[in-house]
């Protein structure tokens, strides 16, 4: 009977969690395009309406290298976002993205070439979570666990008296 | 043995319950939108009473029963849509995205 009435509440404890996770799942995308040291992002998401609104900026890194100090992007039309990279030279970078919107951080990072005219080429944009957002799933699978471990040692020892007091 | 198991299964009912005073304690938002065609695009226009968006939650929208997309803004402009009969289902989420519960949809003929 007890095995019964753990297995619901480990169920309904993964259900709950699982819910919470699959709550979040939307995708975004960017089309870099690069003139000179001047970077145009567009952002856009699956349907592709403008991501508007948003706080972007662009870090360049030596190719798979850590990004340097990242540059503002500043938004024209709604979602296309623009800026000047000034003092770098010419060559191949990678060139990280990051847009936050309304609390949710997206990144993508893809190869440019400055100092020369770059056509636009899609990233893919990848959801960072910035923002700790409270969550009862966590909390619930932590009772679930500290329960499950009580009512085990709980009945390793009844089992135990129970073969001791048989004997 | 069975109080143990017993013992579980309230404290999950606690917290059920808990969690349900904390939801019921909310006022219900309500949700209205028209759709209109824009050139070859569409436009949804989103109203929402009970709720402050952005700043209290979302607005997710889905064409065509497709992956979901977020709206920042209360309109919502998806630039090249095909021609013909279209179904949009919108729905209200919280700050983490949520579902809130309340969702409709409407459908559109695109010329």
Known sequence: ?167 | MRRSGFFMVFVLLVTLLAAGCRAASKPVPTLDFTLEQEGEGLVVRVQVTGMQVPEQGHVHVYLDDGPEAMAYTTTYRIPKVAPGAHKVRVELSDMQHRPLGVSLTKEITIK
């Open chain 1, 1 to 167: 009977m007890e095995r019964i009435w753990t297995g619901v509440l480990v169920a309904l404890v993964g259900l709950l969690a699982a819910t919470a996770a699959l709550a979040h799942s939307f995708a975004i995308v960017s089309a870099v395009s690069v003139s000179g040291s001047e970077v145009t992002v567009r952002v856009m998401d699956v349907y592709g309406a403008a991501v508007e609104g948003g706080t972007a900026s662009l870090a360049l890194a030596p190719p798979g290298g850590k990004p340097g100090k990242a540059v503002p992007l500043t938004e024209g039309p709604p979602g296309t976002y623009r800026g000047t990279l000034t003092g770098v030279n010419p060559g191949d970078y990678d060139a990280v993205v990051d847009i936050t919107v309304l609390g949710d951080l997206f990144r993508g990072r893809l190869r440019v070439e400055l100092g020369s005219s770059m056509a636009e080429t899609a990233v893919e944009m990848v959801g960072i979570d910035a923002t700790p957002h409270f969550s009862w799933g966590p909390v619930l699978y932590g009772a679930a666990v500290v329960l499950l471990i009580a009512a085990t040692a709980v009945a390793m020892v009844r089992r135990r008296q129970a073969v001791d007091e048989g004997e």
